[in-house]
């Protein structure tokens, strides 16, 4: 069966300090994968996603960025963080064709200090 | 923006009874997924329905589907305390399939 791992559960950081997520997928090939950010009582905010290695797509500008050196491996990334980057990380995956469903990692909940 | 948006915010009903939470979107869909969250965890997809079906029974899960209204519902039968959870519903867009969240609705069952 397919799992998805996400670390670490919380993390604290100052403001300035870099940021990397890791979120890796088991028992599945070629998954689409993305990073959302979901602030306190609200839905998700779509941050990345990926069809294939090193394909990267951005959907909202800001100071975060995501790689995707293997195929079922999805780094979140940051060199300098900001206070509004607080919130809770999301990673899923879903199978490739269009109308599957995703599924979510556990997520990350960030401060920054 | 946030096309998704689920009414009520908040619901809060006894165990044993029926919950039903709705959902509003603006856009062309190709289908309409619904995921449940416990607290500070991730999202459980629940059930997917696709722009051409009207209704879809999961367990003690039912979700309809009106296109012409762009809206949809999600009825959970003979409540209990494991359902107290937030229920989001995702729009997946025709244009590129990418999902829509709403803020959701957070569910309380009381024992």
């Known amino acids: 069966s397919q799992t998805i791992h996400q670390w670490p559960a919380t993390l604290v950081q100052p403001v300035g300090s870099p940021l990397s997520l890791e979120c890796t997928v088991e028992g599945t090939s070629n998954p689409n994968l993305y990073w959302y950010r979901q602030a306190a009582g609200r839905g998700l905010q779509l941050l990345f996603y990926?069809?294939?290695?090193?394909?990267i797509s951005s959907e909202v500008p800001q100071n975060l960025s995501a790689s995707r050196p293997q195929d079922r491996q999805f780094i979140l990334s940051s060199k300098k963080l900001l206070l509004s980057d607080s919130g809770f990380y999301l990673c899923?995956?879903?199978?490739?064709?269009?109308?599957?469903?995703?599924?979510f990692g556990d997520g990350t909940r960030l401060s920054i200090l | 923006s946030q096309q998704g948006e689920e009414d009520p915010q908040a619901l809060s009903i006894q165990e044993g009874e029926n919950a039903t939470m709705n959902c509003s979107y603006k856009t062309s869909i190709n289908n309409l997924q619904w995921y449940r969250q416990n607290s500070g965890r991730g999202l459980v997809h629940l059930i997917l329905i696709r722009s051409n079906e009207r209704e879809k029974h999961s367990g003690r899960l039912r979700v309809t589907l009106d296109t012409s209204k762009k809206s949809s519902s999600l009825l959970i039968t003979a409540s209990r305390a494991a359902d107290t959870a937030s229920y989001f519903c995702a729009p997946s867009m025709d244009s590129n399939y990418q999902l829509i969240w709403g803020a959701g609705t957070k569910l309380i069952i009381k024992p």
């Open positions: 990926s069809v294939g290695i090193g394909q």
């Open positions: 899923a995956w879903s199978g490739l064709q269009a109308d599957q469903p995703q599924h």
